[in-house]
Nanobody, 121 residues
Framework: QVQLVESGGGLVQAGGSLRLSCTASGSIFRINGMGWYRQAPGKQRELVANIGGGGSTNYVDSVKGRFTISRDNAKNMVYLQMNSLKPEDTAVYYC???????????????WGQGTQVTVSS
């Protein structure tokens, strides 16, 4: 059993900042890549940022220079620092992790339940 739990969403004015956190727990042997996705009303879910096991990062163009993804491997956590927020960043943000469970050899994608981020103009 593996679970991802997000926290840190909320309502913020344009130009403000929020920090999202996600904790993975359960029968975990190894966590490979971790990332954040978002889904706005009427739109498809999109990748916002991801970070590999070695720390390499990737961002969607619309958040480059404003968002920073990081991870704490000792705590099985991933973070998303969001600065200079814009109304178009409003969405439900989902944590994702590719996890190898104890006693297995293959990684599987797990998802959090989502956290709402609303940016007012």
């Amino acid at each position: 059993q593996v679970q991802l739990v997000e926290s840190g969403g909320g309502l913020v004015q344009a130009g403000g900042s929020l920090r999202l956190s996600c904790t993975a727990s359960g029968s975990i042997f190894r966590i490979n890549g971790m990332g954040w996705y978002r889904q706005a009303p009427g739109k498809q879910r999109e990748l916002v940022a991801n970070i590999g096991g070695g720390g390499s990062t990737n961002y969607v163009d619309s958040v480059k220079g404003r968002f920073t993804i990081s991870r704490d491997n000792a705590k099985n956590m991933v973070y998303l620092q969001m600065n200079s927020l814009k109304p178009e960043d409003t969405a439900v943000y989902y944590c994702n992790a590719n996890i190898v469970r104890r006693g297995t050899f293959s990684g599987y994608d797990f998802w959090g339940q989502g956290t709402q981020v609303t940016v007012s103009s």
